[in-house]
């Protein structure tokens, strides 16, 4: 849904969505000085993204925001223009640009697709924090479970995975093993792997195997007691950080509507499996 006065920039994001990877049903509410047209669509109808004007008044932004909060479907919120202060998920700079536009709105597309995840670790607690992880977050996630190599290699040879999120140190054959054979059945897998400690060694054995990353899983067990607690910049998270917002630019600018750093974190790993695999 775009909700915009602004003819111009309705017609330019019109046409980036008609250019989508997959088709797009637009809704336009041009009276956007009045909340109330936008409050009945989000109501009679589900909207994956909601762009809206800058311009607004401020009390009908807010209103409508918390809408976008309220809806089942968790819709993405993205503000055309700066918005200061207000919770939304990413940004589409002004002027609008075409271009920016369709990028932007394939980021949105990538991650609202629903994605499967393989959560590999030979400890049932660290995969039953992962699970509430993704489970808790905004994005349609499923996630599967392996317990060591040869669940993982048996259920990837099954069926393909958009992440597989693997341990180092598993009993047996170890994740770097596991990373070989996953990536002998499934080279183009997106894999994250994690670890007790950091170690730089080991990170770059991880991505020369072909990982996408590696990350500390040192905070894992301290979710359940201490949900507000601060993380480091070290830690799983912030290796999701580093995936969801760099180098290639097609992960959505997704930010917590959570003030703990701990709980922004944790938004972003889901942020990442949720945008991994995009056209």
Do not use: W
């Amino acid at each position: 849904m775009i909700v915009s006065e602004a003819a111009g920039d309705r017609e330019l994001i019109r046409r980036a969505m008609a250019g989508a990877s997959i088709p797009v049903l637009v809704t336009e509410i041009e009276a956007a000085g009045d909340a109330t047209a936008s409050l009945k669509a989000i109501a009679a109808d589900a909207f994956d993204t909601v762009l809206f004007d800058s311009a607004m008044p401020a009390q009908a932004m807010q209103a409508l925001v918390a809408a976008v909060r309220g809806e089942p479907g968790r819709p993405l919120a993205v503000a055309i223009g700066e918005v200061p202060g207000l919770d939304v998920d990413c940004t589409l700079p002004k002027p609008v640009e075409q271009q920016q536009a369709a990028s932007l709105i394939e980021d949105c597309i990538a991650v609202r697709l629903p994605k499967r995840v393989l959560v590999v670790d030979d400890s049932a607690a660290v995969r039953s924090v992962i699970q509430k992880v993704l489970k808790a977050s905004r994005f349609r996630i499923t996630a599967d479970e392996a317990d060591g190599h040869a669940s993982a290699v048996e259920q990837v040879r099954r069926g393909a995975f958009d992440v597989v999120i693997l341990d180092c140190h598993m009993s047996g054959k170890d994740g770097f093993e596991t990373l070989a054979e996953l990536r002998k059945i499934r080279p183009d897998a997106q894999v994250l792997m994690i670890t007790e400690k950091q170690d730089q060694a080991m990170a770059e054995r991880a991505r020369a195997g072909g990982a996408a990353d590696l990350c500390s899983s040192r905070f894992l067990p301290r979710i359940s007691t201490q949900p507000s607690s601060g993380c480091s910049g070290s830690g799983i998270c912030a290796g999701v950080e580093r995936r969801v917002s760099g180098a290639r630019g097609r992960y959505c600018c997704v930010r917590s509507r959570v003030n703990s750093p701990l709980r922004m974190r944790l938004e972003r790993l889901s942020a990442y499996v949720a945008a991994a695999s995009s056209p």
